[in-house]
């Protein structure tokens, strides 16, 4: 038997409310796999202030399979976010904007898939 706690006069249980995402666990400092498109890799290199510790292994991996697979920790992940978020927040060229918005919800998706056990929970 299922309970649900009733919200309001909608009837919403708080369980409906609160969105569910598995993520995969993974060791805290482990590298995963991250996919760049062609011109992904091209944003991320030419209009992000990202320094070389995040962009080195962008910069020489090689294209395979139409896309660049790179290895990062989820803390230089989320850092490569901050920088994406930023260069997209001041982006007076409305299709460079969107299209660091749309980059920036991809990686950010896949981060988020992760669970490396530093996650804060919100109350």
Request: proline share 2%; with cysteine.
């Amino acid at each position: 038997m299922c309970s649900t706690l009733s919200v309001g006069s909608a009837g919403r249980s708080a369980w409906a409310l609160k969105a569910v995402v598995m993520r995969k666990k993974i060791k805290e400092g482990q590298k995963v796999t991250v996919r760049f498109g062609p011109r992904e890799r091209q944003l991320v290199l030419d209009h992000t202030f990202a320094g070389p510790d995040l962009t080195g292994a962008l910069r020489r991996v090689q294209l395979v399979e139409g896309g660049h697979a790179v290895r990062y920790t989820l803390d230089d992940l989320d850092e490569l976010l901050g920088y994406v978020a930023a260069e997209a927040n001041h982006a007076t060229d409305k299709k460079l904007r969107k299209e660091l918005d749309a980059l920036y919800g991809r990686l950010r998706r896949e981060m988020e898939s992760y669970d490396d056990g530093q996650w804060q929970q919100a109350f």
